[in-house]
């Protein structure tokens, strides 16, 4: 232990690296195994519903997937985070927009991709993707124009955006926006995708869209716009 680092603040430190370590660590292994097309053994029950029918044919993501680009589409020449990236780049139309593109994913397998393959695909707009969960950064003070992070704040309680909120304010530069999606636990498919995705290894958190709006600002952020869809829910804020 560092002779400068008082005891209760050392392990209060420790407390809260650790404190989402499992469930980060839960996650990322159900998304590895799904980059890896690993099947997944789910109850008989489960495999009866419609929906899970359309995640193994692969027409559910096209349905709930979030267009963060018709609420803040990246511009010429600027710095964009994709948290949570995956393989965004190889998919969305970055070489379009022009934008620099970097990432932070917790799937390793993601990341492996992306790093080997983005720089063949445009060497230029891709630049990285770090390895590391939302709430710790990879990135400095005031880094980028645009923020992106859709797909899995439904994952982590309230109290883990909060932390993600202060490290996304942290990383934009002054007037730059963050988009992300939450998922509407009012749209008709919330339950029946909140049960798939629990069988799949992560347990999803319905929170009402009322305490994620407290959320955003406690965490200091001002809507913007907002744009439903047949699942989540797309946000613009700045801070």
Known sequence: MSK??????????????????????QIGYRFNRQYENQKFDVPDEVEAMPIFREWING?????????????AQPQKNEHCLDIGCGVSFLI???RDWQAFFYGQEISNIARDTLNSRGSQLNSKLFKCVELGA????????????????TGFSCYFPLEYWQAVLVEV????????HFVFDILNSEQPLAEDWAVLETY???EVFLETVAEWEKTIKVGGA???KRQLGELFELYKVRF
Not at 4 to 25: C, F, G, L, V
Not at 137 to 143: F, K, R, T, V
């Open 59 to 71: 027409r559910l993501n096209e349905r709930i997937v979030s267009p963060f680009w018709e609420v």
């Open 134 to 149: 939302a709430h710790r950064l990879n990135y400095d003070d005031s880094q980028f124009d645009l923020v992106i992070a």
């Open 4 to 25: 400068n680092i008082p005891a209760n603040t050392y392990k209060n430190r420790i407390h809260a690296a650790d404190k989402w370590q499992e469930r980060i660590s």
């Open 222 to 224: 001002k809507i913007v």
């Open 200 to 202: 799949l290894g992560a």
């Open 169 to 176: 304010k942290r990383v934009l530069k002054p007037g730059g």
């Open 92 to 94: 969305y139309p970055w």
